[in-house]
């Protein structure tokens, strides 16, 4: 079979072009996988530190929902294009930017708040609230990067229908959201609601 292909350039050309949607939905859903991962394994090394400094972790369940519509979108994209048979819209160059951007962004807000980043608002007593990085400029850089990479996919597959649906899901749960997060900032920081834990004396 290799030789065949070998022999005959013509085919090796049509199968690159019938591979080709396939080969962009495994690279979507590969590179999305990967920075979840990278997402996930942050959180865990985070979230023990937080929890030790007296973190009070809030609205866990809306923030669950919010990444659960955020997943599926991809899949669900992915999904729709194939079943529209792949088509090939005009903006796909400006889909692939719209997702690296958003990406860069997402890992400037994250690496911004540092060793206090989770994926779930986490109040601390006294902390301030981070203004450097994107967040001198915009309140939500994580969040709006997030639906930016949504937009991207969008033009990425003409998923407009799967898309649509799952920013308005999204945007349901970040309603709810974002007025806990901005009582976190405005009310709670001045709430000494469980003290920072303190290393137990040995007698």
Known sequence: ????????????????????????????ISGHLITRLAESRMHHK?????????????????????????????????????VRGFPEGSLQGA?????????????????????MWTKFSMYIYGVPMVTSGPYKWM?????????????????IFSSFASVTVSIVMMTIYLSRIIPAEGRQLNLLAYQNLRPPHTQPSID
Do not use: C
């Open 139 to 155: 309140k939500h850089p994580e969040y709006i990067s997030r639906y930016a990479e949504l937009l991207g996919l969008m033009l």
């Open 1 to 28: 079979m290799a030789l065949l292909y070998l022999s005959n350039p013509n085919k090796i050309l049509i199968l690159g072009v019938s591979m080709w949607p396939y080969m962009l939905i495994g690279s979507v």
């Open 46 to 82: 985070n979230r023990p530190f937080m929890l030790h400094s007296g973190g009070e972790e809030l609205d866990t369940k809306n923030h669950k929902g919010f990444y659960l519509w955020y997943t599926a979108a991809i899949f669900l994209a992915s999904i729709e294009y194939v």
């Open 95 to 115: 889909g692939v930017f719209l997702v690296i951007t958003s990406l860069g962004l997402r890992i400037w807000a994250i690496q911004s708040i540092g060793r």
